[in-house]
């Protein structure tokens, strides 16, 4: 059979056996994305060797049948759950400058239902970092390089807020690097999170009244 195109490929054509001999032929699985199962006809062409036992050429038809698995991603905070990983915002409340904000913390999970070795269904999350914006009023914490989640496993990522300078909006995004969608512990996904905060100046306070009480 000629190379199949697609998530299967291999090569089967012109095969020719000799008497009682025996060979192997190779197809390999290379899905793009995860699926509960991927099906495609294949041929092997034997231009020698026939299953009624002579030097006829033969074709056999069959299936190749394979699962493709993986981590999937799941996001929440304590105030909200998403289905959509990158789907909204990180709002900080009002902080005086020269403040740290509560610690805002995102979790991120791999829900996946798929079973295998962790090469296969595990979630990496290979970097954090700000882009763009006012990336110094924000700072992670909790967070380490090639953090691994085995499946229902997940992680929680600290974000705060520190503003400095003057009074107004901040605002950055926060990316996070995952291998979803791509060999294990290498780039794939990278989910993308607008991050805010306000930034206030701290009252100035009223000057007190004195009062002169004169003595005759």
Sequence with gaps: APAYSGVFWGDGSNISL?????TYVTYNYSPTERSSQDVQPANVYFSNGSSLGNNAAQTWSFSLVGSAVGPVIATSTPDLVTSDPDSFPLTFAST??????????????????????????????????????????????????NTQLAPNE??????????????????TQLWVVTDEGAEFGTAGRILQFDVTGSALTAPVPEPTSLALIGLL
């Excluded at 000799?18 to 025996?22: F, L, R, T």
């Excluded at 997940?154 to 605002?171: E, N, Q, R």
Aim: no cysteine; hydrophobic share 40%; charged share 15%.
């Design 154 to 171: 997940s992680f929680d990522l600290g974000i705060t807020f520190a503003p400095t300078g003057l009074a107004g909006l901040k605002s």
């Design 96 to 145: 005086l400058i020269g403040d740290t904000s509560r610690q805002h913390l995102l979790n991120i999970a791999n829900v996946t239902t798929d079973s295998g070795a962790l090469e296969l269904v595990g979630l990496t999350l290979l970097d954090a970092y700000f882009v763009g914006g006012d990336t110094d009023q924000f700072s992670l914490s909790t967070f380490a390089a």
């Design 18 to 22: 000799g008497d009682n001999g025996s």
